[in-house]
Nanobody, 117 residues
């Protein structure tokens, strides 16, 4: 079992920056990948950024060059630094980890990011 707690969401003006973090606990030794997803009302949850145990990363085209995902293995925490925010970045951001050989998924409860114009 892995528990996830997101923090750092809030309200920011367009063009501004915000950072969210996701602290994990439990069976963290078996975490393979950590990622951030977002969802708005009426839309499917979508990948924002993902970081693998190798350190390689994957980003949605819409956030490339603006967002940076990183992880601190000692703290079992994943971060998402969001710069040059746009109103369309407004969403609930969810942290997800993939664990073990089967890639079992664990999700956080989400943190709201609101970008005002």
């Amino acid at each position: 079992q892995v528990q996830l707690v997101e923090s750092g969401g809030g309200l920011v003006q367009a063009g501004g920056s915000l950072s969210v973090s996701c602290a994990t606990s439990g069976s963290t030794f078996s975490i393979n990948a950590m990622g951030w997803y977002r969802q708005t009302a009426g839309k499917q949850r979508e990948l924002v950024a993902k970081i693998f145990s190798t350190g390689s990363t994957k980003y949605a085209d819409s956030v490339k060059g603006r967002f940076t995902i990183s992880r601190d293995n000692a703290k079992n925490t994943v971060y998402l630094q969001m710069n040059s925010l746009k109103t369309e970045d407004t969403a609930v951001y969810y942290c997800k980890v993939e664990v073990g050989l089967l890639g079992r998924e664990y999700w956080g409860k989400g943190t709201l990011v609101t970008v005002s114009s």
